[in-house]
Structure formats: C-alpha cells, structure tokens
C-alpha cells in the first residue's frame, strides 16, 4: 500500500486516484497531488468538472509545504510502528498460502 491521500483541516491532497467503478478501479498515481478545499468542495468534484481548477490549484499550491511536514510526521511513526501486509481477497493469494501449508507438513 501506499500514502494515497493526506488531509489538514479544511485541506485534502490526493497523490494517488481510483479510476473506474469501484470493483473494477485502477490506482492512478498523478503527477501533481490533487488540491481539494473541503469547506468549498464537499463532494470533491471540482477538479474534474471545474474549467478554473488549474488557475485555483496554482494559486493554492503553498499547500504542498505544509503537507510535506505532515507526511514526513506520519512516516517516521513507521520506525516505531512498521507497517503490516494486510491480506487480500485474490485467488492467487490463497493458492500460495495453501502450497505453503502443504510443503510446510
């Protein structure tokens, strides 16, 4: 897994997108972090729909400083806390782990 998201206050910056239906997205990584306001775009549609989004982005990229002291916070909890493989729902993934069990006896 990867840091897909972070959000300050009133201030949610995307570095990563599902694209498509949700039983079928794709983890898009973007080339800018997506900038969203929350107070003013609750349903955070405005960078897809809005035609000034590019201009409002620009002019709210300071957001990008503050952001970075935040992840670099939450990063070094993983010195303390290192993070955990979760499991997955994936057919492959449970044939692996039962050829695992059966070499294992």
């Known amino acids: ?3 897909n998201a972070v959000r300050v206050r ?4 995307h570095f990563t997108l599902l694209e498509g239906p949700i039983n079928e997205a794709v983890r898009v990584k973007r080339a800018w972090p997506v900038i969203i306001n929350l107070r003013a775009d609750p349903y ?3 960078w897809e729909e ?3 989004y590019m201009r409002w982005m620009a ?3 300071w957001t990008f400083v503050p952001a970075q ?3 670099a916070e939450f990063l ?3 010195r303390e806390f290192p993070p955990v493989r979760g499991s997955s729902l994936s057919v492959d993934n449970v ?3 039962l050829l695992q069990q059966g070499t294992g006896r």
Do not use: C, H, I, P
């Open 1 to 3: 897994g990867g840091l």
């Open 10 to 13: 009133n201030w949610k910056l």
């Open 44 to 46: 955070e549609v405005m």
């Open 50 to 52: 809005s035609q000034r």
């Open 59 to 61: 002019d709210n990229m």
């Open 69 to 71: 002291t935040y992840v």
């Open 76 to 78: 070094a909890t993983f």
């Open 95 to 97: 044939l692996q782990e």
